[in-house]
Structure formats: C-alpha cells, structure tokens
C-alpha cells in the first residue's frame, strides 16, 4: 500500500457525514469555433504565443523563430534532431532527450523544452500534457517551453476535456505510440520534422491502443508561461516555472 492510499484510507474511516455528488447537467459553455477562441485566449487571458504551422513546416525552424537566442534545447518529438536544429539555427545547439538523461538534473540549464500535447482547452486556453517521457521535469525546469497542440484536440470546456481524457487512449494524443509503451511515429512531426498533414476528423480512427489512462505515470495542465502575483499584486511571469510559452497549432 502506497502513502497516498494509507493517507485516503485514514480520511475514509473517518468521515462523520457524506455528500451526494454535484448535478452537472446544467448547460456548458460552448464555442462556435473552439479553435478560435483558443487561440485568443491564448495570446490574451494565458500570456503565450501561438505559431500557426502549415503543411511542411519545419519544426526546428519554427522553434528557431520563437526562441532565436536558445542554445540548449530538450525534447523528445521525434523528427527534432541535433542536426535539424544546428541547421536551423546555423550554429551549434545541444539537444537533451529527457528520455536518455540519467538524472533530471541533467535538463537543468534548459532553454526551450519541446513538448507534445494532448487535449487544449479553448476556454482556458490549457493544455494536457501527459507523462510521455521519462523524466517529466522538462515541462518545469525548462526556461520557455514549446506546446505542439492538434487544431482536431481543441475543445470548448474543461468538462469536454477531462471527458476526451476518459475516452481516449493514453492521455487523449490518440494514440499509444507516443509513449514508452509503443514505438514513437510522430502524428505531428514527421520523419524529417516537418508538420504532417491533418489525419482526418475529431472521430475518425487514432490508431490502435495498447494501453489506457493508467498506463500515463503523471500529466498535468499548462496555461501560458508561469505566473503569480501574490507579492503586492504585482504579476511576475517566470516564478515557479516556464518564463515564456509558444503554442505551435498544426
């Protein structure tokens, strides 16, 4: 038994009165284009910019764009190699794998780390990033951080998310080889980098799953670089993680 189950357990056997759940049939807000308005809420409401990508895009040029000065950058999209990003930049970049370091240490100094994500949120403008690498400190310890979103991921509402995150396999990428449990094929960055074209509708099939929701160790939402202005309400971007966030939307 696991301290988090034995500290449950302990809070059940002392519960004095229970509660029935809340009625949540009442009526969500709904966009008319959820893409849109995530994309405004974006580069409004969260702080962060957004990179509309095109047929055949270069992901390592588009992260050159965002982040001209960045000398480190860690990732594990596939297609986003040293040689693509040394390229890109014209000159030397060290590239991190966080599924290769020994220790989360070693993606400490990070300038821009690279991350896929799931299900977005247009009313938020979040983003779901499941655990699909080993050491899940890059989406923290990384100075600014690019978020690879699918224009077919967007939804109107939380509700709509944590429900695609039900439905679909392994943390709502649609499919499972993303993750250790499968080998990568990278749905966004193709062989070269490039952005690939679009797989077809929100309904169409993903791929085959192996696995489930259980198999992804942590994920978590991201809105925009870090924020707080808890000190004399004064905003600080950059306080407890990422100074800076670039949506790329494929």
Same mark, same amino acid.
């Given at each position: 038994?696991?301290?988090? +189950?034995?500290?449950?357990?302990?809070?059940?056997?002392?519960?004095?009165?229970?509660?029935?759940?809340?009625?949540?049939?009442?009526?969500?807000?709904?966009?008319?284009?959820?893409?849109?308005?995530?994309?405004?809420?974006?580069?409004?409401? %969260?702080?962060?910019?957004?990179?509309? %990508?095109?047929?055949?895009?270069?992901?390592? +040029?588009?992260?050159?764009?965002?982040? #001209?000065?960045?000398?480190?950058?860690?990732?594990?999209? +596939?297609?986003?190699?040293?040689?693509?990003?040394?390229?890109?930049?014209?000159?030397?970049?060290?590239?991190?794998? #966080?599924?290769?370091?020994?220790?989360?240490?070693?993606?400490?100094?990070?300038?821009?780390?690279?991350?896929?994500?799931?299900?977005?949120? %247009?009313?938020?403008?979040?983003?779901?990033?499941?655990?699909?690498?080993?050491?899940?400190?890059?989406?923290?310890?990384?100075?600014?951080?690019?978020?690879?979103?699918?224009?077919?991921?967007?939804?109107?509402?939380?509700?709509?998310?944590?429900?695609?995150? +039900?439905?679909?396999?392994?943390?709502?990428?649609?499919?499972?080889?993303?993750?250790?449990?499968?080998?990568?094929?990278?749905?966004?960055?193709?062989?070269?980098?490039?952005?690939?074209?679009?797989?077809?509708?929100?309904?169409?099939?993903?791929?085959?799953?192996?696995?489930?929701?259980?198999?992804?160790?942590?994920?978590?939402?991201?809105?925009?670089?870090?924020?707080?202005?808890?000190?004399?309400?004064?905003?600080?971007?950059? %306080?407890?993680?990422?100074?800076?966030?670039?949506?790329?939307?494929?």
């Amino acid at each position: 038994m696991t301290s988090k +189950e034995t500290i449950l357990n302990k809070l059940r056997r002392n519960v004095r009165e229970t509660y029935d759940m809340p009625d949540l049939s009442f009526r969500k807000l709904t966009f008319a284009d959820p893409v849109a308005e995530y994309i405004k809420q974006t580069t409004t409401t %969260a702080g962060a910019k957004l990179i509309e %990508a095109k047929e055949g895009d270069n992901l390592s +040029e588009l992260i050159r764009q965002a982040y #001209p000065d960045a000398k480190v950058v860690s990732t594990n999209v +596939e297609g986003i190699t040293a040689e693509s990003l040394c390229k890109a930049y014209g000159r030397e970049v060290e590239l991190r794998n #966080p599924d290769t370091v020994e220790t989360a240490q070693q993606l400490d100094g990070t300038d821009v780390g690279v991350l896929q994500g799931g299900v977005a949120c %247009a009313e938020n403008a979040c983003v779901w990033i499941p655990q699909t690498m080993k050491e899940r400190a890059v989406c923290f310890i990384s100075e600014y951080l690019v978020i690879l979103v699918k224009r077919e991921n967007i939804v109107s509402n939380m509700h709509q998310a944590y429900q695609w995150l +039900e439905e679909k396999p392994c943390g709502a990428l649609g499919t499972c080889d993303a993750l250790p449990c499968g080998e990568p094929q990278g749905t966004v960055a193709g062989a070269q980098g490039t952005v690939a074209a679009p797989q077809g509708t929100e309904d169409a099939p993903q791929g085959t799953a192996v696995g489930t929701q259980g198999d992804i160790p942590y994920g978590t939402f991201i809105s925009g670089p870090s924020k707080t202005a808890d000190i004399e309400q004064s905003l600080v971007y950059g %306080a407890q993680a990422a100074c800076g966030v670039t949506v790329i939307l494929t």
